[in-house]
């Protein structure tokens, strides 16, 4: 990205190549030199209402965050047209970015128009329009975007009435804290018994997704190098329980191979684990849910494999292999050929065996699974 003697002799056009491109090459620190030190820069389509960004500063702050909202997700612009004005200092860029969603492997491609005004090789004035809601999809973000949504306009009314709610804004709780708290005043003011049970049907799946999420990161710190914690058990034996109470079977479904998982990996007790993934298997078939399947059949897998019943395990492995596949799961599929090379190693034909893992590496390099390219690594693949 050029530095702003540089910058000075780039037309408004080279300016928005080189904008969008450093976008997805990711290059934060370099792309608030593409403007003035005075700038203004609006998201007109942000559906919270961010205000304008308005100095250099500003930016470097906005794209300093980049990384962490992304995460691994991955995108190039594409489609580019950009559309000359009357105005020598104004064009309009038309692009998409495409790439993949990293966890299943989608592809994707988000709509963007920037009018963008640029003078003496800055950006002075920009109109971004980005499609924020499929954005969110793609993060796996849409219910805290409309969350957040919720907890504006709860502020706004909050603020209108002169209110406060717990002596905090009230967006510090989101849609469900003002829900909860608008039913126990419809309660205890109001008479109103039933509210109590809508409000404890909502914070039971709150709780439960929550004490999910909660055990899923706890046990991805283990699975990364540090130590086993049996709190990560008792969070997915509480989702489990609270997705039960609900009659979620899908929830219920992948809570309970959470809980099988913990036992497998943790403790190395496949008896344990056994009912549990034949329930969440029951469950997850029920609801439809084919990535949660895949998951089960791969450490049903593990257990047959465990008891001795080869031909079962390796029907499983390959089951497992299948739905992810069906599913464009790439990373899921990366593991699933590592899972069966490693398998097909044991008990069958090395050179299959070689075959597999050749295709696992192929898979994880072009998925980004770092994790299964340093096992393939660590196994001479």
């Known amino acids: ?5 540089s910058a000075t002799a780039a037309s408004p056009a080279a300016v928005f190549d080189r904008l969008v491109h450093g976008v997805g090459d990711r290059r934060w620190d370099e792309l608030p030199g593409l403007y003035a030190e005075q700038t203004h820069v609006v998201h007109p389509q942000d559906p919270l209402r961010s205000p304008p960004l308005l100095t250099r500063a500003a930016l470097r702050a906005h794209f300093a965050g980049g990384a962490a909202v992304l995460g691994e997700l991955r995108f190039q612009p594409a489609a580019i047209k950009i559309h000359e004005t009357d105005d020598p200092e104004v064009v309009i860029g038309e692009f998409e970015y495409r790439g993949v969603v990293p966890v299943t492997g989608e592809p994707f491609a988000i709509p963007n128009i920037f009018v ?23 993060l796996g973000t849409l219910d805290q975007l409309a969350a957040a949504v919720s907890q504006r306009a709860v502020s706004q009314r909050a603020g209108a009435n002169g209110r406060q709610i717990g002596g905090t804004p009230a967006a510090a709780g989101g849609g469900w804290l003002e829900r909860a708290r608008q039913r126990y005043e419809d309660a205890a003011f109001g008479d109103d018994v039933g509210a109590l049970a809508a409000a404890d049907q909502e914070l039971d799946a709150i709780e439960a997704g929550l004490a999910l999420a909660r ?15 049996d709190a990560a058990l008792a969070h997915f034996e509480r989702a489990a329980a609270r997705y039960a109470k609900l009659g979620n079977d899908r929830g219920e479904a992948e809570a309970l191979f959470w809980v099988a998982t913990f036992y497998q990996t943790v403790r190395g007790d496949h008896d344990a684990a056994r009912p549990l993934l034949d329930r969440s298997e029951k469950l997850a078939a029920a609801a439809g849910d084919p990535l949660t399947l895949s998951y089960v059949a791969r450490h049903i897998g593990f257990a ?32 699933a050929l590592l899972a069966l090379a490693e398998f097909t190693g044991r008990h069958g034909d090395p050179s299959e ?14 998925s980004g699974a770092r994790g299964i390219q340093r096992r393939i690594e660590q196994l001479g693949g």
């Not at 990205?1 to 003697?5: C, K, N, T």
């Not at 055990?215 to 914690?229: N, Q, S």
């Not at 499983?316 to 596949?325: D, G, Y």
């Not at 065996?353 to 072009?366: C, F, G, H, K």
């Open 1 to 5: 990205m050029p530095d702003s003697a």
């Open 304 to 335: 047959d494999e465990s008891a001795g019943d080869l031909d079962r395990a390796r029907q499983r492995l390959a089951e497992s292999l299948r739905l992810r596949r069906e599913l464009g799961f790439q990373r899921g599929v990366a593991a």
């Open 215 to 229: 055990g899923r990161i706890m046990h991805a710190r283990f699975l990364t190098g540090g130590e086993p914690d």
């Open 116 to 138: 963008i005004r640029v003078r003496d090789g800055q950006i002075v004035e920009s109109r971004d329009y980005a499609d924020d809601v499929e954005i969110a999809r793609i």
């Open 353 to 366: 065996a070689r075959a597999l893992l050749a295709e696992a590496a192929q898979t994880a390099t072009a």
